[in-house]
């Protein structure tokens, strides 16, 4: 049998402790429901952890108070964090019945593990999980951002790259993994496909390395066919069919692989053709390889973009990351060091939280399971300037006046 915890001393200092982790500053702005997602599963670690140190020793009623005191203060310091952060980023405010809401639950719910307690210990682990996974689909949901979901959901990655609307559409290649069983297998179907719909002969030829499912962003898309007027290729060629997470963790030579060949079969296919290369995401890997592809063969790219790179992958020359994009610092280093890389790009100027030892490796892993679901210029999304920005200097170029004779 499990002894009843103490609800004061220990307990609930632990689970005030937890409390306070889970309302420290991260990136994004976060919804009220998800937060108290988070900040229940902290809590509850918390006062587990406390109960375990002090189950031997007299409760304290000093150590309830500050509890209390703690509590009110890390909820004070998170809505003024969170709504600092919501005005750089353009979101509602976090409302005084949000908040008192948020507050008296979260002051409510040891209240309720007292009232509930003794339980077994399986059932204490059930419980744990069960707001653990609660907070993961909470998370997901996040802040009520402006719908962004397309009517093509449901098609390939090839249908759905060459159903992305523009006003002023160019030449579009894809090669998906069922066009071929080795990446050499796939480049040669993917310039067959450009070289076919006269591709190279566009005033830019431009590599898409997908993310690790094979999209390819529409905002990209459009930013570069809209810069030049439609005179512009796009290439991609389909790689993993995971997310970008998982195929980052397992097959990230993927992307690189992939791009050298595409590489390779244009140097011998169009040995003239000065090609530029996008990566997002995972994506950026792929831009790396065929940097140094096109180096080794002599034939330089005429340029490159790297996109939400993620923390522990090289920049190869301009990039852009969001101020609040956690993909771009999310790395075993942040437990024990800030984040190495800046804000870049046209994204919102939202605030980076201070660093916290730690803590700002576990908001950022939170953050994380939300990172696509806002708009673009926040989190893991990104605008069409990510297009223009590629293309700038043909854009220029052409916009330039004319020398006197």
């Known amino acids: 049998m499990i002894a009843r915890p103490h609800l004061r001393g220990g307990v609930l200092t632990g689970y005030a402790v937890g409390v306070a982790c889970a309302l420290s500053p991260n990136q994004l702005p976060r919804a009220v429901a998800v937060q108290f997602a988070v900040s229940l599963l902290f809590g509850a670690i918390g006062a587990l952890a406390g109960w375990v140190v002090v189950r031997r020793r007299e409760p304290s009623d000093g150590g309830g108070r500050l509890a209390m005191y703690l509590l009110a203060a890390a909820l004070v310091g998170w809505v003024l964090w969170q709504n600092h952060l919501r005005v750089a980023a353009g979101a509602e405010p976090v409302g005084p019945?949000?908040?008192?809401?948020?507050?008296?639950?979260?002051?409510?719910?040891?209240?309720a593990g007292g009232a509930l307690w003794p339980v077994r210990a399986r059932a204490a682990v059930a419980v744990l999980a069960g707001v653990a996974?609660?907070?993961?689909?909470?998370?997901?949901?996040?802040?009520?951002?402006?719908?962004?979901?397309?009517?093509?959901?449901?098609?390939?990655?090839?249908?759905?790259?060459?159903?992305?609307?523009?006003?002023?559409?160019?030449?579009?290649?894809?090669?998906?993994l069922t066009d071929g069983?080795?990446?050499?297998?796939?480049?040669?179907?993917?310039?067959?496909?450009?070289?076919?719909?006269?591709?190279?002969?566009?005033?830019?030829?431009?590599?898409?390395?997908?993310?690790?499912?094979?999209?390819?962003d529409?905002?990209?898309?459009?930013?570069?066919?809209?810069?030049?007027?439609?005179?512009?290729?796009?290439?991609?060629?389909?790689?993993?069919?995971?997310?970008?997470?998982?195929?980052?963790?397992?097959y990230r030579d993927a992307a690189a692989a992939s791009t050298a060949a595409l590489i390779?079969?244009?140097?011998?296919?169009?040995?003239?053709?000065?090609?530029?290369?996008?990566?997002?995401?995972?994506?950026?890997?792929?831009?790396?390889?065929?940097?140094?592809?096109?180096?080794?063969?002599?034939?330089?790219?005429?340029?490159?973009?790297?996109?939400?790179?993620?923390?522990g992958v090289a920049l190869a020359g301009p990039a852009q990351l969001n101020a609040s994009d956690p993909v771009g610092i999310w790395s075993a280093r942040l437990l024990v060091a800030?984040?190495?890389?800046?804000?870049?790009?046209?994204?919102?100027?939202?605030?980076?939280?201070?660093?916290?030892?730690?803590?700002?490796?576990?908001?950022?892993t939170v953050d994380l399971l939300g990172a696509t679901a806002p708009p673009p210029g926040l989190g893991h999304r990104y605008d069409e300037r990510q297009g223009s920005e590629l293309v700038a200097d043909l854009v220029a170029r052409a916009a330039a006046p004319l020398p006197n004779i």
């Open 97 to 111: 019945v949000a908040f008192a809401t948020l507050a008296g639950a979260v002051m409510a719910a040891p209240l």
């Open 133 to 176: 996974v609660l907070a993961g689909v909470a998370v997901t949901a996040g802040i009520a951002w402006p719908a962004t979901a397309t009517s093509a959901e449901a098609a390939s990655y090839a249908e759905r790259f060459a159903g992305i609307e523009s006003s002023a559409p160019g030449v579009r290649a894809y090669a998906s």
């Open 181 to 216: 069983a080795t990446p050499s297998a796939r480049a040669a179907v993917a310039v067959d496909r450009l070289i076919a719909a006269g591709g190279l002969a566009r005033r830019a030829v431009v590599i898409a390395v997908p993310t690790g499912s094979g999209w390819v």
């Open 218 to 250: 529409p905002h990209f898309v459009r930013g570069v066919e809209e810069s030049l007027h439609g005179d512009s290729a796009i290439v991609a060629v389909q790689y993993t069919e995971m997310p970008s997470w998982q195929s980052f963790v397992l």
């Open 264 to 311: 390779d079969e244009l140097h011998r296919r169009a040995p003239s053709t000065r090609v530029r290369v996008y990566g997002q995401s995972l994506g950026t890997v792929g831009v790396l390889a065929a940097q140094r592809r096109a180096a080794e063969l002599g034939t330089p790219v005429a340029a490159t973009l790297q996109v939400g790179t993620p923390a």
């Open 338 to 364: 800030p984040p190495e890389r800046a804000a870049s790009g046209s994204g919102r100027a939202t605030p980076r939280p201070p660093w916290l030892p730690v803590l700002s490796f576990v908001q950022a």
